[in-house]
C-alpha cells in the first residue's frame, strides 16, 4: 500500500457498501459479515428454481440461476445501486468473481463457451462509463476461464430505464432493442448471457429473441439478482 493511500486511508476510511462500516485488513468493499451474510438464492445448484420458472415457455434456455435476492432496502439493493450510480467498478468486478465462484460449485454451468453480457446502448455506456454486465463477465471470467464476447449481440435501440417501467410496460420497452451482428461467432455454442438484475425477464427475454436466428445456440443465464416484490 502506497504512503499515499495509508494517509487517505487514515482520513477518509472506505466503508462497507453493506453496512457503511469502516473497512479493515484486506476487506474489499464488504466487510466480511456482509459478505458471508448476502441473501443467496441457491438458484446455481437448484434445478426448477424460481428463476427458470419465470422464464420457461419465453427462452428456450439450458439452465439460469440469479445468486442474491433483491429486495427494497437490502444489501443486494445497495449492492447494486453503487455499482450503477456510484461508478464503482470495482464492486462489479468482485460481484462478478462471487458469481464465478458460485457457478462453479453448483456444477450445472460447466461446459459454457462465451460470457455474453446484456448490452448497453451506447450513449448509457458513455453516461456510465462501463457496462456493469461486462464487468461482472470480467470477475467471472477471471474465476472460470471463460472468454467474453462483446461484438455479437448488440443494443440500437435507447430505452427507458427498465426500473423506472411499470411491470406490464417492461416487455414493450425492450421489444426489438437488441439485434445480433455477427451470428457466425455464436454458431454452435453455449453462451452464458450475464446481467445485474433480473425483474420480469423482459430485458432477457428480448435478447435471446434477437438470437434466435443463430444456428445451433444453446443459452443458460446468470444474473446477480432476482427482484422478488
Ligand atoms: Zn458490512
Given at each position: 500500500?502506497?504512503?499515499?493511500?495509508?494517509?487517505?486511508?487514515?482520513?477518509?476510511?472506505?466503508?462497507?457498501?453493506?453496512?457503511?462500516?469502516?473497512?479493515?485488513?484486506?476487506?474489499?468493499?464488504?466487510?466480511?459479515?456482509c459478505l458471508s451474510q448476502l441473501p443467496a438464492t441457491h438458484f446455481s445448484a437448484t434445478p426448477d428454481n424460481e428463476a427458470e420458472r419465470m422464464l420457461i415457455g419465453k427462452i428456450p434456455f439450458v439452465a439460469v440461476s440469479a445468486m442474491l435476492q433483491f429486495q427494497h432496502g437490502n444489501k443486494t439493493q445497495r449492492i447494486i445501486h453503487?455499482?450503477?450510480?456510484?461508478?464503482?467498478?470495482?464492486?462489479?468486478?468482485?460481484m462478478g468473481r462471487q458469481m464465478g465462484l458460485d457457478l462453479a460449485r453448483s456444477g450445472r454451468f460447466d461446459d459454457i463457451d462465451l460470457l455474453l453480457p446484456?448490452?448497453?446502448?451506447?450513449?448509457?455506456?458513455?453516461?456510465?462509463?462501463?457496462?456493469?454486465?461486462?464487468?461482472?463477465?470480467?470477475?467471472?471470467?477471471?474465476?472460470?476461464?471463460?472468454?467474453?464476447?462483446?461484438?455479437?449481440?448488440?443494443?440500437?435501440?435507447?430505452?427507458?430505464?427498465?426500473?423506472?417501467?411499470?411491470?406490464?410496460?417492461?416487455?414493450?420497452?425492450?421489444?426489438?432493442?437488441?439485434?445480433?451482428?455477427?451470428?457466425?461467432?455464436?454458431?454452435?455454442k453455449h453462451i452464458l448471457l450475464v446481467d445485474d438484475v433480473m425483474t420480469t425477464g423482459a430485458t432477457l427475454t428480448s435478447c435471446c429473441d434477437a438470437l434466435a436466428n443463430v444456428y445451433s445456440l444453446r443459452i443458460s443465464i446468470a444474473t446477480l439478482s432476482i427482484a422478488t416484490y
Open positions: 500500500m502506497s504512503v499515499l493511500h495509508t494517509i487517505l486511508n487514515t482520513f477518509f476510511p472506505s466503508t462497507c457498501v453493506g453496512c457503511g462500516e469502516v473497512l479493515v485488513g484486506n476487506e474489499n468493499q464488504l466487510c466480511v459479515s453503487s455499482m450503477k450510480f456510484h461508478g464503482n467498478s470495482d464492486l462489479c468486478l468482485l446484456v448490452p448497453l446502448h451506447w450513449i448509457r455506456h458513455l453516461k456510465r462509463g462501463y457496462n456493469q454486465s461486462e464487468l461482472l463477465c470480467r470477475g467471472m471470467s477471471e474465476v472460470l476461464g471463460v472468454p467474453i464476447n462483446t461484438t455479437a449481440l448488440k443494443r440500437v435501440r435507447y430505452t427507458r430505464k427498465q426500473s423506472q417501467q411499470q411491470r406490464d410496460k417492461r416487455q414493450t420497452n425492450v421489444e426489438n432493442a437488441f439485434r445480433t451482428m455477427h451470428p457466425e461467432q455464436l454458431k454452435n
